[in-house]
């Protein structure tokens, strides 16, 4: 059995990047500054649309594995692509970055590989349209328990939770990992994902989960209540809290004790993916045993290196910029 510092199990979605203006947005149909489901006749309609096209392997917990993986630390990401063009990229192109990329592209999937059309406004904003495609159908059978078994972290994307198969998946992954002695735990991805299955997310979180990672809407849509309740009553049910509160800081609670670490505000140039590298950063303190001030640190350097440019990935080397800051 192989042993990884951090697993992730996500959608494997080619994310598709470009800048447009609102006159553009509105042309399209395009609903500024949210995530949009799109079937496959309309985002073949907004793929054509796309000028200057930034093609990269995405999804958000894969993001954050690869954000992990550029830190140095042995990685692995499961996740289904179809075995098309933009599936044969993704596979490629995750496993150039150094990453396990557990699942080969399935030959004949009845449906193509997953992709989200970004499109960024000058003021930042992403307007985020998915088509979820082949990743969606993630089973048990594509989660091997000699990855699973091998993390000492395991990271569990939200939005798989919405379909049956992907919850007794993630529920099985997760207790191989803290059978062999791991820390498994979920970024909440996105309140409507807690809305459409609030009480089986509570008992994941409650009965097989180490750590939840999300940003205040998410935390607060956990217990349908403002966020000093919701972050409390998350805490009585997971040994560890992590809420982001965008230029307001991170706040952490662990084992009853609280820390809130503030965030240098920057203007973003994208913000897409600095949930995604926040979480990597953070991840990372976590697999090599700093506390948890640092690791929310980490987390925070790395949310703003990506924001501070198109695309949602580090473009530089993080650890130079831990070094500078004093965290290594």
């Known amino acids: 059995m192989k042993n990884y510092e951090v697993v992730g199990i996500g959608n494997a979605v080619v994310d598709v990047i470009t800048h447009a203006d609102d006159s553009f947005l509105d042309h399209m149909g395009i609903d500024k500054g949210i995530m949009q489901l799109v079937d496959q006749d309309r985002s073949e309609k907004l ?40 599936g044969r990229f993704y596979a490629s192109a995750m496993t150039d970055n150094g990453i396990d990329f557990v699942n080969p592209p399935v030959p004949n999937g009845e449906v193509p590989t997953s992709r989200c059309m970004i499109f960024v406004t000058p003021d930042g904003e992403r307007s985020l ?3 979820l495609g082949i990743s ?61 299955h609030r009480a089986d997310f509570l008992s994941l979180i409650e009965h097989d989960l180490d750590y939840v990672i999300g940003n205040q809407h998410e935390i607060e849509s956990l217990f349908e209540t403002d966020l000093e309740t919701s972050l409390a009553k998350t805490a009585e049910i997971c040994p ?48 090599t045993k700093r506390d948890l001030e640092t690791c929310a640190k980490m987390g925070n350097l790395c949310a703003a290196e990506v924001i501070s440019h198109v695309g949602p990935r580090p473009q530089v080397e993080m650890m130079k910029i831990f070094e500078a800051e004093g965290l290594v």
């Open 47 to 86: 793929f054509a649309s796309m000028n200057d096209r930034l093609q990269t392997p995405g999804g958000a917990v894969a993001n954050t594995v690869a954000g992990v993986g550029s830190l140095g630390l042995q990685t692995a990401f499961i996740g289904r692509v179809r075995d098309d063009a933009l």
């Open 129 to 131: 349209n998915t088509y």
């Open 136 to 196: 969606t159908g993630l089973t048990s059978d594509d989660v091997p328990e000699t990855v699973s078994g091998g993390a000492k972290i395991m990271f569990l994307e939200g939005y798989l939770f919405d379909h049956d198969a992907g919850k007794t998946a993630f529920r099985e992954a997760a207790r191989a990992t803290k059978a062999a002695g791991g820390i498994a735990g979920i970024a909440i991805s996105d309140p409507f994902c807690v809305e459409r």
């Open 240 to 287: 560890l809290v992590v809420c982001t509160r965008s230029g307001d800081g991170v706040t952490v609670i662990s084992d009853g004790q609280r820390i809130d670490v503030p965030v240098q505000k920057v203007t973003p140039v994208d913000a897409t993916g600095a949930g995604d590298q926040f979480a990597a950063g953070f991840l990372y303190g976590l697999a």
